[in-house]
């Protein structure tokens, strides 16, 4: 039993953690939808909504949780694989969110909670806003030339989800880390005006920057196809945003991975070809 279960394997950190865990030696379960090999890692399917814990769980002993892109109920979704991981005896890395530590009722907190008193090892990781949401979600509107969110003039630590993957792998190999939480961030802390000048410089053309309502933000999601739930969860988690919880800086990725989290412009120059 020396498997690492990885869940949203395809997924935008869910897939460079596997190629990462397989280049270590790890021996990888990469669980998804399809449940089609990723990255060299062998597959499983694994539908959030009827999990098969017996053949998730067969010979792992360490598991990458996270709630796939796309859903909203994180306690009722994820307290039942907590829940069948305690019982296996599996070690837990969880991907919660940033900030969710300033009160105890935010559901990711809850699911956090429960995991510290499983009684198996754990390590907590709390990401800040991706960077790569620029071209996950923004893409059209930097295809326009605008970034159009309802962040007004709140600033966040965007953090590059390859410095994710790369603490992630970190957490799940060690027992060094277990027992701890870390708030993972990028090295600054840009508002959306600044990011969009970033973005400008590395691609060479004009990208503005135009606050809107959380109305407005949510009718263009579901313009777009986006679900009305998700939607407007997006929309909601724009308010610390603009409170300024989401500017702190820290070096936790540092203390993870031995290197500095890769800034902004960084992932800009890197992702140049899809953001163009």
């Known amino acids: 039993m020396s498997k690492i279960l990885v869940l949203g394997a395809t997924g935008h950190v869910g897939r460079p953690l596997v190629k990462e865990l397989v280049a270590r030696g790890e021996t990888v379960k990469a669980a998804s939808r399809t449940g089609k090999p990723v990255e060299g890692a062998e597959g499983v399917v694994f539908d959030v909504l009827k999990p098969d814990f017996d053949t998730l769980f067969q010979d792992v002993d360490r598991l990458y949780l996270l709630l796939p892109t796309g859903y909203v109920d994180a306690k009722g979704l994820l307290m039942p694989i907590v829940a069948a991981a305690a019982a296996r005896k599996v070690k837990i890395v969880f991907q919660s ?13 809850q699911v956090e909670l429960a995991i510290e008193t499983s009684g198996v090892p754990y ?20 295809d326009h030339g605008l970034i159009a969110v309802p ?11 390859r410095d994710i993957a790369a603490s992630a792998a970190a957490a799940l190999t060690s027992a060094r880390h277990d027992g701890k939480a870390f708030n993972l961030t990028g090295p600054a802390a840009l508002s959306y005006g600044e990011a969009a000048e970033v973005l400008s410089t590395v691609l060479g053309r004009k990208i503005a920057y135009q606050p809107i309502t959380t109305d407005a933000f949510v009718a263009m999601l579901t ?11 997006l929309g909601s988690i724009f308010y610390p945003v603009r409170e300024g919880w989401t500017a702190a800086v820290t070096g936790d990725v540092e203390a993870l991975t031995g290197r500095a989290a890769r800034s902004l412009r960084d992932y800009a120059v890197d992702n140049k070809a899809v953001l163009s």
Request: proline share 4%; hydrophobic share 50%; glycine share 10%.
């Open 151 to 161: 962040a007004a003039e709140g600033k966040s630590s965007f953090i590059d989800v």
């Open 123 to 142: 390590v907590i990781l709390r990401p800040n806003w991706f960077a790569d949401n620029f071209h996950i979600f923004w893409k059209a509107g930097i």
């Open 97 to 109: 969110v940033f900030g969710v530590d300033a009160d105890d009722s935010i559901p990711y907190r």
């Open 223 to 233: 313009g777009a196809g986006v679900g009305a739930d998700y939607a407007a969860f």
